[in-house]
């Protein structure tokens, strides 16, 4: 039954891209007309798209990577102001700037390394001689790794502390993988040391801890990252876009998003903090990455010493905005992070980069008079995106009732290219048909006669009952990047879109660099892609799918509509993911709402709350277990029929 | 500081008025246009207001009142199903009818009395001798009072139970009355009398059980009810409308509103329910209301015999509709409970009989062709009101999204006659001008040279910088009738209106015979108003509100603005008040969320978060106590920034 309810909503959700677009064919230009009348149906001349396509150049893309990453830019670090005047010299550009741009502060909560006291892992002999000392640093192949911005490997958010003892594999450091170990260890007093994948960062810690486990270390093995390859003699960079044995993935360690002082509240700087000790999801105890160098050779006994401190920072967004002409009060908002780890050429410049190029070439048509959208399109580059998705989110926080009401879709660009073999989308089902329509509309990167769209189709499908074989269309069940806000807080239709590798040629977790010091403009421009030429796609795509906001759907039926009759099917379409938002149905699970899309623990995509409770029911067999699923049932049930509802003008 | 933010919010929210408005003005209607424009502009013609007031018809109205009244018809009683047929019926009618009429129903967890083990209140000597046995029914003084299926006096959710213990007297059950005798008595097993007011129905309970009460008795004062006269010889009903010493005044003992079982779901057949042993807010220990003449001869140890059940009824709101013509898509909502404890010919009766009558009126109209609104009116007839607001709040439960996104307002008519002296009105800051604008056009009942507004600031008014001397608006701070769930849990811009009676004749608390089986015809039509004309008044009132809302404002600035603009200034304004909702703010008070208008312990009318907050630290002094007082100034300056967005443009 929830099955035809699934589909049935998915079905009513692609009817959503349908009203997204509706308002630009929704008046008859013809008619005799009152004053305003062009007004309203003025819009994107079709002759501006290919005026669009040409402004675009690549190497004004490469420039703004090339400058971007000049320098580590770790959120509030010196690099990272750096940028933020950047973006606001760009936006604010007499000739190719936006109507207005603006920086975004906020006070954030950020746990860093001590520099002046490095973490340590050891081995030591039982009489304290120390027979092993890992890399406190990444070994340098060239000048952007001996910058001394580059912060040292840490896990954020660990809590500082030097505890020592066996060293246990712990796998993944999921569940199950100390609930095997404590059969034949006695777990306490242990430091775990376990890869990176199957479990978020900081669960690795927090499901240690229970066990007695005093450390955990936690490194990417070359089977998950790097195709098993293991020197940097010959297989990895600056040989290859392989890790090396010293690299780390750096990230932040916690479950919740955001600022983790002030939930549910925009960080201002007079913001109520709750009390550090109230915190909640982050390591019970300290945790290190490391290289995969050090995880083969550490034995026996080890001394895990983690100095990191945490303080409140001033985060940035930089924000910018072009008005709509007929509805100002509707938003597409393209967001994409500003903040790295060190360099972070791909992670995220790459998107800055692609965003940067954009709003120069609309800002340049903008500024000429030659164009202005029909609805608003807000510009956020982030701040703090690597500590918790932080600048998104507190953004929405601030902005919560009006950004709710009036934003039609959120757009996200992290990375915006991890390959150049396929596009990767994500989004919720509403948007799967502007997605495929945008994509056949561009020539995929370097095969000039394959689209984007017959190129993905090759990589990545599925084949469904309604629409037959179609690229398949990620989901946004987590809280990966910016989008989590605005999906699982706001209940906005969101996509997310990047460049991907080919998973027949590289069975890498995510490209090797990711979160190291490796990860710079040398790294992407030889091994991502040489001639940035590809970029040109990820922008075309950028802006076929925004203009296509206002295209894909002519209903002739709608032609000589009222405009507020217009407006009123936007709406629903609009509203209609609103309504599966329901505060109650997480109480576990902080800033997630969206009974649809919130991640689940038993790993089922969809209706996480109803699957988690029924997988917990099957498993225990408690009576008040089968009545928690009901409860979920109920919560689902509600939502979907208030959905259904936005969709429908009765009320019965 | 706070101070100025309240005025600046309240000044801002008076702007809210204007917007509701701007609709019908907004279209130039001597435009050249296309097809559709004429419909845009098409509204209520000015010379149907004086239609619509001749047709009102007082006979009509007593009608009403008579059928509406002829047999007890609490909630789920066949007599409440008689109603429901009978509001049916009327609007379906073919020549006065609505567009569209329909039943909604829900299985709600009611608690009655049990019929064959009537709840006995007896006075024991220590000997087990019963002494005295309190009045199980109230006595008759003609046919209404011996219906049997008048319900036995009882508090609806007290548990059953059979205490018995000596009686303390504990003035109105507060907390600081019990905390007061606890000073000088052990209150362990003793059977507390309270007299009604000062605390909530369940709190006299709730506030006595920790200090080892194991029973309460409530009365009605005749101080507090009867201007202290108590002989049905000569002074009470049927000789006055005071209270006869037998009344008892019933009543729902429950802290939180809703149905009890499904908190935050509708009500509907197949929806999970709570174990009954987690419902919060009802008396932990048996309570039962008596009359004043059984509570001055209570003495010694009183035995407390409840038999109370619970069971869970189908209950069914009465729903109706009159489609607009430009904006179907923004609703005004009208309501009004239609169960009573009793007969309830003033509470709720004198209500839904000016329902019928506005309903019948602007039904002919409608099916003569000669009317439609602009927007859409929806009518809401609720059920199970006296139980907790369960019809209109399970209502809004289950269409959550659609009422929030395009609910203009909501307009409640609980009691529409106290007496006849002047208008009691409440409402949010944002609809003063709206009430006032109304109040001007209508003549007071009885005084056809003195406006209702002129009389109105003759009984109740205030001086205020901004508008001189006004009459006083009421606030809508707690959960008194069924706006409750449409301010707090819906942030939806709401009114409730009344016609009292003069405080300087009366101290009564509320007319004497509120939910007593003397509520009955009889007593509205000899005490309340013998000649019913001042009903006519009510119904103009809320004829003027309703057509009001599409005129206060002539903005020639936006005579020739396009409709979308005007929309969205509208939606600006009615969007307002939901940015003050805020599902943190009190998560100890079910149902309430919006930050301004929840009800306050402290006892203080605004921004209650914070005031009690405030009012705990300055008491306690207590560190974390100025911490939580901290939060809540952040919570709420987030939503007032977040109103003030909706009213801006801009985002910085």
């Given at each position: 039954m929830l099955k035809t309810v699934l589909i049935g909503s998915l079905g009513?959700?692609?009817?959503?891209?349908?009203?997204?677009?509706?308002?630009?064919?929704?008046?008859?230009?013809?008619?005799?007309?009152p004053s305003w009348l062009p007004d309203v149906s003025r819009d994107l001349d079709e002759s501006m798209l290919q005026d669009f396509m040409d402004a675009v150049d690549n190497?004004?893309?490469?420039?703004?990577?090339?400058?971007?990453?000049?320098?580590?830019?770790?959120?509030?670090?010196?690099?990272?102001?750096?940028?933020?005047?950047?973006?606001?010299?760009?936006?604010n550009d007499q000739e190719s700037g936006l109507d207005q741009a603006w920086r975004q502060n906020y006070v954030v909560y950020l746990s860093f390394p001590d520099p002046k006291k490095p973490n340590k892992v050891t081995v030591v002999a039982p009489n304290t001689t120390v027979l092993h000392t890992a890399r406190e640093r990444e070994k340098s192949y060239g000048p952007d790794q001996d910058d001394p911005e580059v912060v040292q490997p840490y896990a954020a958010y660990s809590p500082a502390g030097?505890?020592?003892?066996?060293?246990?594999?712990?796998?993944?450091?999921?569940?199950?993988?100390?609930?095997?170990?404590?059969?034949?260890?006695?777990?306490?007093?242990?430091?775990?040391?376990?890869?990176?994948?199957?479990?978020?960062?900081?669960?690795?810690?927090?499901?240690?801890?229970?066990?007695?486990?005093?450390?955990?270390?936690?490194?990417?093995?070359?089977l998950d990252i790097n195709d098993g390859l293991m020197s940097d003699s010959n297989e990895t960079y600056p040989h290859s876009w392989y890790m090396p044995p010293s690299g780390v993935e750096r990230g932040s360690f916690n479950t919740d998003y955001g600022d983790l002082l002030t939930p549910y509240l925009a960080a201002k700087e007079s913001t109520y903090r709750i009390p550090v000790e109230n915190i909640t999801g982050i390591p019970p105890i300290p945790i290190q990455p490391?290289?995969?160098?050090?995880?083969?050779?550490?034995?026996?006994?080890?001394?895990?010493?983690?100095?990191?401190?945490?303080?409140?920072?001033n985060s940035s967004n930089v924000m910018g905005i072009i008005r709509g002409s007929v509805e100002p009060d509707r938003y597409v908002i393209y967001g994409n992070h500003r903040d790295s780890w060190v360099h972070g050429a791909i992670d995220p410049s790459s998107g800055t980069s692609v965003m940067l190029e954009v709003t120069r070439v609309l800002g340049r048509l903008l500024k000429q008079g030659r164009w202005r959208p029909r609805r608003s399109i807000i510009f956020g580059s982030w701040g703090a995106e690597e500590f918790g998705l932080i600048g998104s989110t507190e953004y929405t926080e601030q902005y919560y009732t009006k950004l709710s009401e009036r934003t039609v879709a959120y757009i996200n660009v992290d990375i915006a290219v991890f390959a150049n073999a396929t596009l990767r989308a994500s989004g919720m089902p509403s948007v799967q048909n502007l997605i495929f329509t945008a994509a056949k509309q561009v020539k995929a990167p370097g095969l000039e006669s394959t689209s984007v769209y017959d190129n993905w189709l090759r990589y990545s499908n599925r084949t469904s009952p309604a629409y037959g074989t179609v690229p398949r269309v990620g989901y946004l069940t987590g809280a990966g990047s910016d989008y989590a806000a605005f999906v699982h807080y706001l209940g906005i239709t969101a996509m997310d879109f990047s460049y991907t590798y080919d998973r027949t040629k590289t069975k890498a977790r995510i490209y090797p660099a990711y979160h190291t010091a490796y990860d710079t403009f040398d790294y992407a421009s030889r091994y991502i892609d040489p001639a940035i030429v590809f970029l040109k796609s990820a922008v075309d795509l950028f802006r076929s799918a925004a203009t296509q906001l206002d295209q894909i759907i002519k209903s002739s039926d709608l032609a000589n509509e009222i405009p507020l009759k217009v407006r009123r099917i936007n709406d629903q379409l609009m509203l209609m993911d609103r309504a599966f938002l329901d505060p109650q149905a997480f109480p576990?699970?902080?800033?997630?709402?969206?009974?649809?899309?919130?991640?689940?623990?038993?790993?089922?995509?969809?209706?996480?709350?109803?699957?988690?409770?029924?997988?917990?029911?099957s498993s225990s067999g408690l009576e008040g277990d089968w009545f928690r699923a009901h409860h979920q049932i109920s919560i689902l049930s509600q939502a979907i029929?208030?959905?259904?509802?936005?969709?429908m003008d009765g009320f019965q």
């Open positions: 009513g959700a692609a009817v959503l891209t349908v009203g997204i677009l509706l308002g630009h064919y929704a008046i008859d230009k013809g008619s005799p007309a190497k004004k893309i490469e420039g703004f990577l090339r400058d971007l990453t000049k320098v580590p830019h770790m959120a509030t670090s010196a690099g990272d102001e750096a940028t933020v005047e950047y973006m606001m010299q760009h936006w030097t505890p020592q003892g066996k060293l246990v594999y712990a796998n993944q450091g999921k569940p199950s993988d100390y609930m095997l170990l404590n059969k034949t260890l006695d777990l306490r007093g242990t430091i775990a040391i376990c890869r990176y994948g199957g479990a978020g960062r900081a669960e690795k810690a927090i499901n240690a801890a229970p066990y007695g486990v005093v450390g955990v270390l936690v490194y990417s093995d070359p490391i290289g995969f160098e050090d995880a083969y050779v550490l034995i026996s006994d080890v001394k895990l010493e983690v100095f990191n401190f945490a303080k409140l920072k576990e699970k902080y800033g997630f709402r969206h009974v649809i899309w919130a991640s689940s623990s038993s790993g089922n995509a969809t209706f996480p709350g109803f699957a988690d409770a029924f997988a917990r029911a029929n208030g959905a259904a509802h936005m969709l």
